[in-house]
């Protein structure tokens, strides 16, 4: 199945309270209780059984969250977008709202000179499984703790981390964050990349990555 970019999905009508997040169509609603949520997240699962396509659903006390992905295809498809627009309308009927501005990913980067040798420690350490159709990353098999990317080093760098975040966040929210982390005393290492991502440090050099999901190649 053929697997959609994050500007093809943004292209699409009737996902206003959706965001793109990583390969996923992300959101939030702020349901208010949990009997809401509660409800909210049954008819959620009526619709999943009806389209065979099942999202991770969060439910906590004031909002429920919502993430959906194709598994098998790697990436968005029209199925996300389908399921996506028809949980919009579920929650219209209940009167909640959605808050996908807030939606964002972690994930672990680390530089290795040599990743094969250096992945199985860390699947062994972590607990994790290996991601389908991706041989440098790790993921949590109980979907708790953010995944671990391996990025292959062509020759050792001693003047930088050899480990650092990956914040995802939605496009439209990037330029705030980043904004904010610079006038919280943070540096612009590098913005060569944008919008796919742009590295900064804080003032010790300890860096980060702002990511979105847009300026990347969808997947085969």
């Known amino acids: 199945m053929e697997t959609l970019s994050a500007e093809a999905v943004a292209d699409y009508d009737g996902l206003e309270d959706w965001r793109v997040v990583r390969a996923t169509l992300r959101t ?14 049954g008819r959620i699962a009526q619709i999943a059984d009806e ?13 429920v969250q919502v993430v959906t992905t194709s598994h098998d ?3 968005l498809t029209e199925r996300d ?3 996506a627009r028809r949980i919009s309308e579920l929650a219209r009927q209940e009167e ?3 808050e996908p501005s807030g939606c964002s990913a972690l994930e ?25 159709g991706d041989a440098d990353a790790l993921t949590d098999p109980q979907g708790r703790h953010p995944d671990v990317w391996f990025q292959q080093m062509d020759a050792e760098r001693p003047q930088r981390n050899r480990i650092h975040l990956d914040v995802d966040v939605p496009r439209d929210v990037a330029e705030a964050r ?12 590098s913005d060569g990349h944008a919008p796919a991502f742009w590295v900064l440090a804080d003032v010790e050099g300890n860096e980060a990555c ?3 999901a847009f300026g990347r190649a969808p997947s085969a």
């Not at 659903?57 to 004031?62: D, I, S």
């Not at 904004?179 to 919280?184: K, N, V």
């Open 28 to 41: 939030s609603f702020a349901t208010g209780s949990f009997a809401v949520g509660s409800r909210l997240v």
């Open 51 to 63: 389209l065979n396509h099942h999202p991770d659903l969060t439910l906590r006390y004031p909002d």
């Open 73 to 75: 295809a790697g990436g």
């Open 81 to 83: 977008v389908t399921l």
């Open 96 to 98: 909640v709202r959605a």
């Open 108 to 132: 672990i980067a680390i530089d290795a000179l040599d990743r094969d040798a250096v992945l199985p420690f860390w699947r062994a350490v972590l607990a994790y499984d290996d991601v389908p």
């Open 178 to 189: 980043i904004q904010a982390a610079l006038d919280a005393g943070g540096v612009m290492v």
């Open 210 to 212: 702002v990511c979105t």
